[in-house]
Nanobody, 123 residues
Framework: QVQLVESGGGLVQAGGSLRLSCAAS????????MGWFRQAPGKEREFVGY????????YYADSVKGRFTISRDDAKNTMYLQMNSLKPEDTAVYYC????????????????WGQGTQVTVSS
């Protein structure tokens, strides 16, 4: 079993930066592939990016590529989402997810999910 807790959300002006954290517990974090997703009010949940269990491979949605960076610190059992050059359209609840298979872009393919953290970008 894995428990995930997101933190670091808040209010930021357009063009600013924010770093989200996803702290994991309950099972070997180093063996898990991790993903970030987000959901804005009235919109479907969408894929943001993922990182494989070794941290050597990342993949991002076109909407955030070049602005967001995913990393992980297995010694701290934590994954990060560094968000730069934020835009109002980035406003959403952000969720982290984990699975003990290869990473995917599909929310339902993950085994564990966090509760989400709100990110609001003002125009």
């Amino acid at each position: 079993q894995v428990q995930l807790v997101e933190s670091g959300g808040g209010l930021v002006q357009a063009g600013g930066s924010l770093r989200l954290s996803c702290a994991a517990s309950g099972r070997s974090f180093s063996s898990a592939a991790m993903g970030w997703f987000r959901q804005a009010p009235g919109k479907e949940r969408e894929f943001v990016g993922y990182i494989n269990f070794s941290g050597g491979t990342t993949y991002y949605a076109d909407s955030v590529k070049g602005r967001f960076t995913i990393s992980r610190d297995d010694a701290k059992n934590t994954m990060y989402l560094q968000m730069n050059s934020l835009k109002p359209e980035d406003t959403a609840v952000y969720y982290c997810a984990a699975r003990f298979r290869g990473p995917t872009t599909v929310w339902g393919s993950y085994d564990y999910w966090g509760q989400g953290t709100q990110v609001t970008v003002s125009s």
